[in-house]
């Protein structure tokens, strides 16, 4: 795995309608070339067409947010089974920060995160021809949403701040990951 590179985008809203799951849209959109990992706001829309969660598209269920905090990351590897590692890592980070926030009614059930019994987080994991991509949503605001749903604004937590710990953190770990590799001797 290369160095992984993270940028937070602040200079306006990008709205996420599901299609930026394809191989070298964050290098189009923001010229990190490699694996990377970017986070942005914007409105979530995500039609039944462009949904790649077949649970999702089976149960007729449509993402809709007026305003997400939106985590995209792209990793040049072949497995998708690391990618989905590499997934439920990123939002273990986001959710260990939100507990130390304070948000004692935080509940995790799989890659899906939960305040008040609301969801708060939507994401998924897929491939391109080149590389494993995955998208991760947190609400900040929630009127408007199909289903019970809870957002940052409600935790008074900043998303570009949040964004910042989140990337950090999971730069460290990548950076830890690589160490733990390469120091060990052969047996």
Do not use: C
């Amino acid at each position: 795995m290369l160095s992984l590179q993270t940028h937070i985008y602040k200079e306006g809203l990008i709205p996420y309608d599901g299609t930026p799951l394809e191989a070298h849209w964050i290098y189009k959109k923001f010229d990190l070339l490699g694996d990377a990992l970017v986070a942005f706001q914007g409105p979530a829309q995500v039609e039944l067409s462009h949904m790649v969660d077949l649970e999702d598209v089976k149960n007729q269920a449509p993402i809709y947010s007026p305003q997400m905090l939106h985590f995209l990351a792209e990793w040049f590897i072949d497995s998708l089974d690391l990618g989905i590692l590499l997934q439920n890592r990123l939002i273990g980070i986001a959710y260990e920060r939100l507990w130390e926030k304070g948000g004692r009614d935080l509940t995790r059930r799989g890659n899906d995160l939960f305040y008040d019994k609301r969801k708060l987080s939507v994401s998924i994991a897929t491939r391109s021809p080149l590389s494993v991509l995955v998208h991760f949503g947190i609400n900040v605001e929630t009127h408007g949403t199909p289903i019970p749903t809870a957002g940052l604004k409600e935790l008074w937590v900043d998303p570009f701040d949040f964004a910042q710990e989140v990337l950090e953190k999971f730069q460290q770990d990548i950076q830890g990951f690589k160490k733990s590799r390469v120091k060990v001797l052969p047996r």
